[in-house]
């Protein structure tokens, strides 16, 4: 699945095999087993990250406790039919379109598994009639307020953070994923390793590689291979980065909620802008999809109705 960040409510990410793991049935039962063998696939073979695996865990559980109370038992894997499929996509109406296209989704990437392995003909899922979402135009901050939030970064770790994100694209959990070796600070490049194990390199700005370089000599000094560690030599957990953004957005004065993928999202509109084509944007960003990086076109709709209604007086008369 492309870029799907929401994890099911109520189901939290649990270590495989671990206790307080939510599984979807009993495990003696063809169907559940059917789906610790896909989930396995996707973590181990796909390599897919862990919350995306309990992304389709929640979604799976979810679709088993629908079947036990439509029909009563769960079936086979081969008992289930395009039309239960349907009932089931009817009963998450009044969900959010993308809540339930991923849902759907997931059902359709797991029957297809099945059908690989000779388990299934067909994909009772496949091309089922979905909503279509709301267009969803990205959030930006005004080059006013980024330069605020630099200017309010402390140490050298925050002002290394903030200028990946926002000259650099990075997600939030690509900044804590950084690893030394990653870091090319002669070349000013990065390697990024982004969603589902894809890499892609992008340019360091001169000030950014030297954020970095001043943040490196105050490294705490331990044997980590991560670059971004917490006070105390460990790997970076994403509340960590919410918290210190959290901390420099008091001490710029700046009272608006300001996410790190709003940084992401500034540097993205503001490449549109400046007339970067959208296809360079997406293997910035490493978007698999172009239709999510094109949504930045739309975003820019705005600042160029703004640009247009400068010039009305034109068209006034004296």
């Known amino acids: 699945m492309n870029d799907h960040r929401v994890v099911g409510r109520g189901c939290l990410p649990a270590p495989d095999g671990g206790p307080g793991q939510a599984r979807p049935t009993e495990s003696a039962h063809g169907l559940a087993a059917k789906i610790d063998q896909f989930l396995d696939y996707q973590r181990s073979y796909r390599n897919h990250s862990p919350l995306t695996v309990s992304t389709y865990r929640c979604d799976l559980r979810q679709f088993c406790q629908w079947l036990k ?132 390199m992008v340019p360091l700005m001169p000030q950014t590689a030297e954020a970095i370089r001043n943040y490196l000599a105050a490294r705490p000094n331990v044997d980590q291979p991560y670059l971004f560690l917490s006070p105390q030599g460990r790997r970076l957990a994403n509340d960590y980065l919410n918290r210190t953004l959290r901390r420099i957005l008091a001490r710029a004065g700046l009272a608006k909620r300001i996410t790190p993928h709003m940084l992401r999202h500034t540097f993205a509109t503001h490449l549109v802008r400046n007339g970067v084509d959208v296809r360079t944007v997406q293997e910035l960003l490493g978007h698999s999809d172009l239709e999510t990086t094109a949504n930045y076109l739309h975003s820019d709709t705005r600042a160029k109705q703004t640009a247009v209604a400068l010039i009305a007086s034109l068209t006034q008369a004296s």
């Open 69 to 200: 109370g439509r029909v009563g038992h769960l079936p086979e894997p081969s008992a289930i039919t395009r039309e239960l499929v349907m009932q089931y996509a009817v009963t998450l109406s009044g969900r959010a379109a993308a809540t339930v296209c991923r849902k759907i989704t997931v059902l359709s990437v797991f029957f297809g598994f099945l059908m690989d392995l000779g388990e299934l003909n067909s994909n009772p899922a496949r091309r089922i009639p979905l909503p279509k979402p709301a267009s969803r135009i990205p959030n930006a901050i005004s080059e006013e307020d980024a330069q605020q939030l630099i200017g309010a970064a402390e140490s050298p770790f925050e002002r290394a953070m903030l200028l990946l994100m926002l000259t650099a694209g990075l997600r939030r959990s690509e900044v804590g994923a950084i690893r030394l070796e990653d870091v090319d600070l002669e070349n000013e490049a990065l390697l990024v390793r982004g969603k589902g194990a894809k890499q892609r």
